[in-house]
Protein backbone atom coordinates (compact mmCIF):
# COMPACT_ATOMS: atom_id res chain seq x y z
CA UNK A 1 0.00 0.00 0.00
CA UNK A 2 1.49 3.61 -1.15
CA UNK A 3 0.77 6.26 1.24
CA UNK A 4 1.19 9.92 0.77
CA UNK A 5 0.96 12.45 3.55
CA UNK A 6 1.88 15.93 4.01
CA UNK A 7 5.62 15.11 4.56
CA UNK A 8 6.02 12.08 2.31
CA UNK A 9 6.53 11.99 -1.11
CA UNK A 10 6.38 8.81 -4.03
CA UNK A 11 8.47 10.71 -6.51
CA UNK A 12 12.16 11.57 -6.17
CA UNK A 13 10.98 15.19 -6.81
CA UNK A 14 8.52 18.07 -6.00
CA UNK A 15 5.09 17.80 -8.44
CA UNK A 16 3.76 21.56 -9.15
CA UNK A 17 0.61 21.56 -10.92
CA UNK A 18 1.89 24.84 -12.45
CA UNK A 19 5.04 23.85 -13.77
CA UNK A 20 6.87 22.34 -16.62
CA UNK A 21 6.69 22.58 -20.62
CA UNK A 22 3.62 24.05 -21.87
CA UNK A 23 2.80 26.00 -18.68
CA UNK A 24 0.97 28.56 -19.97
CA UNK A 25 -0.93 27.24 -22.94
CA UNK A 26 -2.43 24.59 -20.26
CA UNK A 27 -2.99 26.81 -17.61
CA UNK A 28 -5.29 29.17 -19.89
CA UNK A 29 -6.75 25.85 -21.23
CA UNK A 30 -7.41 24.44 -17.33
CA UNK A 31 -8.73 28.00 -16.05
CA UNK A 32 -10.86 28.07 -19.00
CA UNK A 33 -12.31 25.12 -17.80
CA UNK A 34 -12.52 25.92 -14.05
CA UNK A 35 -13.89 29.56 -14.52
CA UNK A 36 -17.55 28.09 -14.73
CA UNK A 37 -17.47 26.89 -11.38
CA UNK A 38 -15.48 30.02 -9.59
CA UNK A 39 -12.42 27.98 -8.88
CA UNK A 40 -11.23 28.05 -5.29
CA UNK A 41 -8.64 30.72 -4.24
CA UNK A 42 -8.75 29.88 -0.76
CA UNK A 43 -5.06 28.46 0.67
CA UNK A 44 -5.60 25.23 2.67
CA UNK A 45 -3.85 25.14 6.01
CA UNK A 46 -4.31 23.30 8.72
CA UNK A 47 -6.23 26.09 10.57
CA UNK A 48 -8.69 26.46 8.20
CA UNK A 49 -9.27 22.67 6.79
CA UNK A 50 -10.36 19.64 8.05
CA UNK A 51 -8.30 16.38 7.75
CA UNK A 52 -9.39 13.78 5.88
CA UNK A 53 -8.30 10.55 4.49
CA UNK A 54 -8.49 9.70 0.54
CA UNK A 55 -7.94 6.26 -1.22
CA UNK A 56 -6.91 5.96 -5.06
CA UNK A 57 -8.28 2.24 -5.51
CA UNK A 58 -5.06 2.47 -7.69
CA UNK A 59 -1.83 4.18 -7.82
CA UNK A 60 -2.09 7.67 -8.98
CA UNK A 61 1.40 9.38 -8.92
CA UNK A 62 1.41 12.41 -9.90
CA UNK A 63 -2.16 13.35 -9.30
CA UNK A 64 -1.90 12.18 -5.87
CA UNK A 65 1.42 14.11 -5.11
CA UNK A 66 -0.78 17.51 -6.65
CA UNK A 67 -3.56 16.78 -4.30
CA UNK A 68 -1.42 16.23 -1.70
CA UNK A 69 0.70 19.49 -1.94
CA UNK A 70 -2.95 21.13 -2.68
CA UNK A 71 -4.44 20.07 0.38
CA UNK A 72 -1.87 19.22 3.30
CA UNK A 73 -4.05 18.14 6.01
CA UNK A 74 -5.04 15.18 3.55
CA UNK A 75 -3.96 11.86 4.04
CA UNK A 76 -3.48 9.71 0.80
CA UNK A 77 -3.65 6.12 0.93
CA UNK A 78 -2.73 4.45 -3.21
CA UNK A 79 -3.63 0.93 -3.09
CA UNK A 80 -2.31 -1.63 -4.99
CA UNK A 81 -4.38 -4.22 -4.56
CA UNK A 82 -7.87 -5.24 -3.59
CA UNK A 83 -6.93 -6.49 -0.21
CA UNK A 84 -5.33 -3.48 0.53
CA UNK A 85 -8.64 -1.37 -0.55
CA UNK A 86 -10.34 -3.45 2.03
CA UNK A 87 -8.31 -2.54 4.56
CA UNK A 88 -7.77 1.31 3.98
CA UNK A 89 -11.31 1.98 2.48
CA UNK A 90 -13.28 1.60 6.57
CA UNK A 91 -11.71 4.98 7.46
CA UNK A 92 -11.54 6.72 4.23
CA UNK A 93 -13.72 9.93 3.67
CA UNK A 94 -13.18 10.09 -0.09
CA UNK A 95 -11.83 7.74 -2.75
CA UNK A 96 -11.12 7.57 -6.69
CA UNK A 97 -11.94 4.51 -8.53
CA UNK A 98 -14.45 2.22 -9.16
CA UNK A 99 -16.41 0.58 -6.33
CA UNK A 100 -18.61 -2.65 -6.07
CA UNK A 101 -20.80 -3.83 -2.89
CA UNK A 102 -18.42 -5.04 -1.18
CA UNK A 103 -16.16 -2.18 -1.03
CA UNK A 104 -19.06 -0.11 -0.75
CA UNK A 105 -19.96 -1.82 2.55
CA UNK A 106 -16.70 -1.60 3.81
CA UNK A 107 -16.27 2.32 3.04
CA UNK A 108 -18.48 3.01 6.45
CA UNK A 109 -17.25 6.76 6.78
CA UNK A 110 -17.25 7.77 2.82
CA UNK A 111 -18.64 10.61 1.69
CA UNK A 112 -17.46 11.40 -1.64
CA UNK A 113 -16.50 9.08 -4.12
CA UNK A 114 -14.67 10.82 -7.57
CA UNK A 115 -15.56 8.84 -10.64
CA UNK A 116 -12.21 8.47 -12.77
CA UNK A 117 -14.69 9.18 -16.24
CA UNK A 118 -17.47 11.15 -17.57
CA UNK A 119 -19.70 8.93 -18.31
CA UNK A 120 -18.51 5.73 -16.29
CA UNK A 121 -19.78 2.36 -18.23
CA UNK A 122 -23.37 0.99 -17.18
CA UNK A 123 -22.58 -0.71 -13.77
CA UNK A 124 -20.92 1.88 -11.90
CA UNK A 125 -23.70 2.97 -10.61
CA UNK A 126 -25.18 0.05 -8.51
CA UNK A 127 -28.12 0.55 -6.59
CA UNK A 128 -26.24 0.19 -3.30
CA UNK A 129 -24.06 3.07 -4.50
CA UNK A 130 -27.27 4.89 -6.01
CA UNK A 131 -29.41 4.81 -2.33
CA UNK A 132 -26.33 5.70 -0.44
CA UNK A 133 -25.31 9.17 0.59
CA UNK A 134 -22.15 9.13 -1.09
CA UNK A 135 -21.37 11.95 -3.22
CA UNK A 136 -20.21 10.97 -6.73
CA UNK A 137 -17.82 13.55 -8.81
CA UNK A 138 -16.92 13.06 -12.33
CA UNK A 139 -14.78 14.35 -15.04
CA UNK A 140 -17.77 15.83 -17.38
CA UNK A 141 -16.64 19.17 -18.77
CA UNK A 142 -12.70 18.51 -19.37
CA UNK A 143 -13.55 17.05 -23.11
CA UNK A 144 -15.92 19.82 -24.44
CA UNK A 145 -13.54 21.17 -26.73
CA UNK A 146 -11.58 18.35 -28.31
CA UNK A 147 -15.14 16.49 -29.01
CA UNK A 148 -16.66 19.27 -30.03
CA UNK A 149 -14.06 19.49 -32.47
CA UNK A 150 -14.63 16.36 -33.37
CA UNK A 151 -18.18 16.39 -34.28
CA UNK A 152 -17.46 19.75 -36.60
CA UNK A 153 -14.93 17.09 -38.59
CA UNK A 154 -17.69 15.25 -39.01
CA UNK A 155 -19.88 17.95 -39.72
CA UNK A 156 -17.71 19.26 -42.43
CA UNK A 157 -16.66 15.90 -43.86
CA UNK A 158 -20.46 14.47 -44.65
CA UNK A 159 -21.62 18.05 -45.35
CA UNK A 160 -19.26 17.97 -48.48
CA UNK A 161 -19.42 13.84 -49.31
CA UNK A 162 -16.00 13.47 -48.40
CA UNK A 163 -17.73 9.71 -46.83
CA UNK A 164 -17.90 9.17 -50.53
CA UNK A 165 -14.33 10.70 -51.60
CA UNK A 166 -12.73 7.97 -49.15
CA UNK A 167 -13.94 5.21 -50.73
CA UNK A 168 -13.23 6.43 -54.44
CA UNK A 169 -10.15 6.93 -53.67
CA UNK A 170 -9.17 3.98 -51.59
CA UNK A 171 -10.76 2.09 -54.50
CA UNK A 172 -8.53 4.47 -56.84
CA UNK A 173 -11.61 6.20 -58.86
CA UNK A 174 -11.62 9.65 -60.00
CA UNK A 175 -15.42 10.23 -59.88
CA UNK A 176 -16.24 14.03 -59.91
CA UNK A 177 -19.49 15.73 -60.04
CA UNK A 178 -17.75 19.01 -60.83
CA UNK A 179 -19.70 21.68 -59.48
CA UNK A 180 -23.30 19.67 -59.26
CA UNK A 181 -21.18 17.07 -56.62
CA UNK A 182 -23.97 16.66 -54.26
CA UNK A 183 -22.84 18.86 -51.42
CA UNK A 184 -24.53 20.21 -47.84
CA UNK A 185 -25.24 24.26 -48.07
CA UNK A 186 -24.75 24.81 -43.99
CA UNK A 187 -26.23 28.35 -43.81
CA UNK A 188 -29.55 26.44 -44.66
CA UNK A 189 -28.74 23.82 -42.75
CA UNK A 190 -30.26 22.84 -39.36
CA UNK A 191 -28.66 20.85 -36.46
CA UNK A 192 -30.86 19.07 -34.10
CA UNK A 193 -28.45 18.59 -30.96
CA UNK A 194 -29.67 15.41 -28.94
CA UNK A 195 -27.87 16.92 -25.30
CA UNK A 196 -26.95 20.54 -24.82
CA UNK A 197 -24.93 20.31 -22.05
CA UNK A 198 -21.56 21.41 -22.14
CA UNK A 199 -19.99 19.22 -25.58
CA UNK A 200 -23.69 20.08 -26.95
CA UNK A 201 -23.71 23.95 -26.05
CA UNK A 202 -20.02 23.94 -27.50
CA UNK A 203 -20.82 21.79 -30.15
CA UNK A 204 -24.03 24.64 -30.88
CA UNK A 205 -22.11 27.65 -30.49
CA UNK A 206 -19.51 26.56 -33.75
CA UNK A 207 -22.41 25.27 -35.29
CA UNK A 208 -23.42 28.78 -35.77
CA UNK A 209 -20.01 29.96 -37.11
CA UNK A 210 -21.04 27.86 -40.01
CA UNK A 211 -24.52 30.03 -40.10
CA UNK A 212 -26.79 26.81 -39.18
CA UNK A 213 -29.56 26.82 -37.12
CA UNK A 214 -29.64 25.35 -33.70
CA UNK A 215 -32.25 23.11 -32.54
CA UNK A 216 -31.20 21.82 -28.69
CA UNK A 217 -32.74 19.12 -26.55
CA UNK A 218 -32.19 18.27 -23.19
CA UNK A 219 -33.82 17.19 -19.76
CA UNK A 220 -32.02 19.66 -17.74
CA UNK A 221 -30.68 23.00 -19.43
CA UNK A 222 -33.54 25.38 -18.63
CA UNK A 223 -32.72 28.27 -20.89
CA UNK A 224 -31.09 27.38 -24.91
CA UNK A 225 -26.96 28.36 -24.08
CA UNK A 226 -25.67 30.86 -26.24
CA UNK A 227 -25.61 29.35 -29.82
CA UNK A 228 -28.88 27.04 -29.41
CA UNK A 229 -30.92 29.04 -31.15
CA UNK A 230 -34.48 26.94 -29.92
CA UNK A 231 -34.37 24.63 -26.96
CA UNK A 232 -36.37 21.67 -26.25
CA UNK A 233 -37.67 18.43 -23.87
CA UNK A 234 -36.90 15.15 -24.39
CA UNK A 235 -40.46 14.63 -25.34
CA UNK A 236 -40.21 16.41 -28.10
CA UNK A 237 -38.06 14.35 -30.22
CA UNK A 238 -39.74 12.72 -32.79
CA UNK A 239 -41.74 15.83 -33.60
CA UNK A 240 -38.47 17.78 -34.25
CA UNK A 241 -36.53 14.62 -36.16
CA UNK A 242 -37.75 15.58 -39.61
CA UNK A 243 -36.55 19.18 -39.37
CA UNK A 244 -32.93 18.27 -39.08
CA UNK A 245 -30.25 18.18 -41.69
CA UNK A 246 -27.75 17.02 -39.08
CA UNK A 247 -28.94 14.89 -35.38
CA UNK A 248 -26.02 15.22 -33.28
CA UNK A 249 -25.98 13.07 -29.93
CA UNK A 250 -23.73 13.86 -27.11
CA UNK A 251 -25.87 12.82 -24.58
CA UNK A 252 -24.34 10.06 -21.94
CA UNK A 253 -25.25 6.52 -21.47
CA UNK A 254 -28.39 6.56 -18.97
CA UNK A 255 -31.76 4.64 -18.10
CA UNK A 256 -33.40 6.99 -20.95
CA UNK A 257 -31.68 7.35 -23.20
CA UNK A 258 -29.92 3.34 -23.74
CA UNK A 259 -30.97 1.91 -26.80
CA UNK A 260 -33.02 5.26 -27.62
CA UNK A 261 -32.32 5.60 -31.32
CA UNK A 262 -33.91 2.71 -33.20
CA UNK A 263 -35.18 2.17 -36.65
CA UNK A 264 -38.29 4.17 -35.59
CA UNK A 265 -36.06 7.09 -35.30
CA UNK A 266 -34.45 6.83 -38.21
CA UNK A 267 -37.35 6.42 -40.54
CA UNK A 268 -38.53 10.67 -39.13
CA UNK A 269 -35.54 11.67 -40.10
CA UNK A 270 -35.36 12.97 -43.77
CA UNK A 271 -33.87 10.69 -46.48
CA UNK A 272 -31.06 13.67 -47.03
CA UNK A 273 -29.75 14.04 -43.41
CA UNK A 274 -27.07 12.42 -41.68
CA UNK A 275 -26.52 11.01 -38.38
CA UNK A 276 -23.67 11.81 -35.80
CA UNK A 277 -22.87 10.06 -32.58
CA UNK A 278 -20.20 11.10 -30.20
CA UNK A 279 -22.39 9.99 -26.73
CA UNK A 280 -22.31 6.61 -25.73
CA UNK A 281 -22.54 3.71 -28.24
CA UNK A 282 -25.42 1.68 -26.45
CA UNK A 283 -27.22 4.47 -27.24
CA UNK A 284 -27.89 3.42 -30.45
CA UNK A 285 -28.43 0.53 -32.23
CA UNK A 286 -26.35 -0.46 -34.51
CA UNK A 287 -28.56 -2.86 -36.62
CA UNK A 288 -30.87 -0.58 -37.05
CA UNK A 289 -28.39 2.49 -38.37
CA UNK A 290 -26.75 -0.13 -41.17
CA UNK A 291 -30.47 -0.83 -42.46
CA UNK A 292 -30.76 2.91 -42.52
CA UNK A 293 -27.70 3.64 -44.15
CA UNK A 294 -27.87 0.66 -46.97
CA UNK A 295 -32.02 1.46 -47.69
CA UNK A 296 -31.50 5.03 -48.12
CA UNK A 297 -33.55 6.01 -45.14
CA UNK A 298 -30.89 8.85 -44.53
CA UNK A 299 -28.20 10.09 -46.08
CA UNK A 300 -25.02 9.16 -44.55
CA UNK A 301 -23.69 8.64 -40.72
CA UNK A 302 -20.81 9.23 -38.64
CA UNK A 303 -20.01 7.29 -35.38
CA UNK A 304 -17.17 7.87 -33.03
CA UNK A 305 -18.69 5.31 -30.34
CA UNK A 306 -20.07 1.78 -31.22
CA UNK A 307 -22.25 -0.63 -29.17
CA UNK A 308 -19.74 -3.20 -29.45
CA UNK A 309 -15.93 -1.55 -28.95
CA UNK A 310 -13.73 -3.12 -30.94
CA UNK A 311 -16.43 -3.14 -33.66
CA UNK A 312 -15.90 -6.63 -34.50
CA UNK A 313 -14.63 -7.09 -38.09
CA UNK A 314 -16.84 -8.94 -39.26
CA UNK A 315 -19.58 -6.08 -38.61
CA UNK A 316 -21.92 -5.24 -41.98
CA UNK A 317 -20.85 -1.32 -40.65
CA UNK A 318 -17.36 -1.42 -41.88
CA UNK A 319 -19.18 -2.01 -45.33
CA UNK A 320 -22.15 0.45 -45.23
CA UNK A 321 -22.33 3.19 -47.16
CA UNK A 322 -22.33 6.87 -46.90
CA UNK A 323 -20.47 5.91 -43.61
CA UNK A 324 -18.01 7.41 -41.53
CA UNK A 325 -16.41 6.29 -38.43
CA UNK A 326 -13.34 6.69 -35.65
CA UNK A 327 -12.25 4.54 -33.43
CA UNK A 328 -13.44 5.98 -29.81
CA UNK A 329 -11.14 9.07 -30.31
CA UNK A 330 -13.09 12.19 -29.93
CA UNK A 331 -12.13 13.15 -26.36
CA UNK A 332 -8.60 13.24 -27.82
CA UNK A 333 -6.53 16.45 -27.43
CA UNK A 334 -3.94 18.07 -25.22
CA UNK A 335 -3.85 19.13 -21.63
CA UNK A 336 -6.32 16.86 -20.05
CA UNK A 337 -4.06 15.39 -17.94
CA UNK A 338 -3.91 19.45 -16.30
CA UNK A 339 -7.64 19.44 -16.23
CA UNK A 340 -8.22 16.05 -14.25
CA UNK A 341 -5.72 17.47 -12.26
CA UNK A 342 -7.02 21.16 -11.61
CA UNK A 343 -10.45 19.56 -10.84
CA UNK A 344 -9.60 17.17 -8.61
CA UNK A 345 -7.46 19.81 -6.53
CA UNK A 346 -10.20 22.02 -6.66
CA UNK A 347 -12.46 19.44 -5.37
CA UNK A 348 -10.39 18.26 -2.52
CA UNK A 349 -9.97 21.96 -1.40
CA UNK A 350 -13.57 22.13 -1.48
CA UNK A 351 -14.34 19.03 0.49
CA UNK A 352 -11.33 20.36 3.02
CA UNK A 353 -13.80 23.10 3.82
CA UNK A 354 -16.93 21.38 3.55
CA UNK A 355 -17.75 23.59 0.64
CA UNK A 356 -20.24 21.97 -2.20
CA UNK A 357 -18.46 19.80 -4.61
CA UNK A 358 -17.91 20.47 -8.75
CA UNK A 359 -19.66 18.22 -11.31
CA UNK A 360 -22.03 16.26 -8.93
CA UNK A 361 -23.98 13.16 -10.37
CA UNK A 362 -27.60 12.41 -10.37
CA UNK A 363 -26.75 8.97 -9.11
CA UNK A 364 -30.24 7.69 -10.01
CA UNK A 365 -29.51 9.06 -13.77
CA UNK A 366 -25.96 7.51 -13.59
CA UNK A 367 -24.74 11.86 -15.09
Not at 26 to 53: G, H, W, Y
Request: charged letters at 20%.
Amino acid sequence: MLRLARNIRMMPTKVNGLAGAGKIASQVSCDIFLARVAPSTVQISERNAMSFKFVFLSPAGDLAAAMSEAVPTMEIVQCESRAEALAALPTAQACFGTLDSELLAAAVQLKWLAAPAAGPPKGYYFPELIASDVVVTNFRGIFNDHISAHIMAFVLALSRGMHRYFRYQFAGQWRSGGESSPSTYLPEATALIVGVGGIGAETARQCKNWGMTTVGIDPRVESPPAGVDELYRPDELDQLLPRADFVILTVPQTPQTEGFFTSARFEQMKNSAYFINIGRGANVKLADLDQALREGQIAGAALDVFEQEPLPPEHPLWTAPNFLMTPHVAAAGPYLRDRRRDLMVENCKRFARGAALVNVVDKENWF
